[in-house]
């Protein structure tokens, strides 16, 4: 059963900084990974959506790369500003239609 | 402006009680999705449907039940059987025709036991 870790857990950093999120799966043959936002008390937002046979996917600030053989994404977030706190959640789609969460990033960033 | 609606924000159960969460989609997607967010966990797959009439249970489908007769509603009922229902409730829908679309996601239900 495919399974997915996100780390670090939690994350703290003055505003500005340029910062990366990790999330790792343990089984390769995925659709697509998705990469959401969850505020507090709300559901997700989408942020970027990376096709199997694609290495990253770019929105604004944002950057994610997806290494799938090696079974790993990273969010990259430039620049960041107070209104990017949020949790972080990375999701992978496989084969049979289904999605796999992990637990998530909680991001704090301090003014 | 399409999409995913859950209702009520906030609800609770008495014991014994069964409780009944809507969750409507104008997205005319093909896939509902229920899932359960607790503190410091990921998101657990309750139930999933593909297409009107079929759904499969994920993997915490004990003490909860599902229909989907209209492909817009995929409700969700807590039944008594379920012994630890308070968390945060989220339904998802996405299309399955096209592989590579995004999942979306209502604002969830709360619920908590009086």
């Known amino acids: 059963k495919q399974e997915v870790t996100q780390i670090p857990a939690a994350l703290s950093v003055p505003e500005g900084e340029n910062l990366v999120l990790n999330c790792s799966f343990t089984d390769s043959a995925i659709y697509n990974l998705q990469w959401f936002r969850q505020d507090p008390g709300k559901g997700l937002t989408s942020l970027l959506l990376i096709q199997s046979s694609q290495r990253e996917q770019t929105s604004g600030r944002l950057n994610a790369s997806l290494d799938k053989s090696s079974g790993r994404s990273t969010l990259y977030i430039a620049a960041s500003q107070p209104g990017d706190s949020a949790t972080y959640l990375c999701a992978v789609k496989d084969t049979g239609n289904q999605f796999y969460f992990g637990t998530g990033t909680s991001l704090t960033v301090i003014p | 402006d399409g999409g995913i609606t859950q209702s009520p924000k906030y609800l609770f159960r008495k014991e014994g009680q069964n409780v009944t969460l809507s969750c409507e989609q104008n997205?005319?997607?093909?896939?509902m999705y229920w899932y359960r967010q607790d503190p410091g966990q990921g998101l657990r797959l309750i139930y999933y449907s593909q297409i009107v009439n079929d759904f499969q249970k994920g993997d915490i489908a004990e003490g909860y039940s599902v229909s989907r007769e209209k492909k817009e509603s995929f409700p969700l009922t807590v039944t008594s059987a379920q012994k630890n229902p308070t968390a945060f409730y989220l339904c998802a829908s996405s299309i399955l025709t096209v592989l590579n679309q995004p999942q979306h996601f209502g604002d969830g239900t709360r619920l908590s036991i009086l």
């Open positions: 997205l005319n997607h093909d896939a």
